[in-house]
Nanobody, 115 residues
Framework: QVQLVESGGGLVQPGGSLRLSCAAS????????MAWYRQAPGKQRELVAS???????EYADSVKDRFTISRDNAKNSVYLQMNNLKPDDTAVYYC?????????WGQGTQVTVSS
């Protein structure tokens, strides 16, 4: 089994920044890809950003040029740097790890953007 633990969420004013972290432990194997999703109240969970085993990054149009995903293979971790945050970014953010055709999810971390 793989455990994912997210951290770094919180309350921030519009225009502010946050950095989310997600650390994997347990039966972790390579190759693997990781991604960040988010779910706002009353909405479906949506993909925010992903990073492949080779480091290819993809972003939702709504966060391009504001969010940056990165990974540290030595630490089995993925990060999401979020800049110029907007109220529409308010959601629970989840990280997901895919390895050996199996998806593992974290418990989520709340991000609230409000003045």
């Amino acid at each position: 089994q793989v455990q994912l633990v997210e951290s770094g969420g919180g309350l921030v004013q519009p225009g502010g920044s946050l950095r989310l972290s997600c650390a994997a432990s347990g039966k972790v194997f390579s190759p693997y890809s990781m991604a960040w999703y988010r779910q706002a109240p009353g909405k479906q969970r949506e993909l925010v950003a992903s990073i492949s085993n080779l480091g290819t990054m993809e972003y939702a149009d709504s966060v391009k040029d504001r969010f940056t995903i990165s990974r540290d293979n030595a630490k089995n971790s993925v990060y999401l740097q979020m800049n110029n945050l907007k109220p529409d970014d308010t959601a629970v953010y989840y990280c997901k790890r895919r390895q050996r055709s199996t998806d593992y999810w974290g418990q989520g971390t709340q991000v609230t953007v409000s003045s």
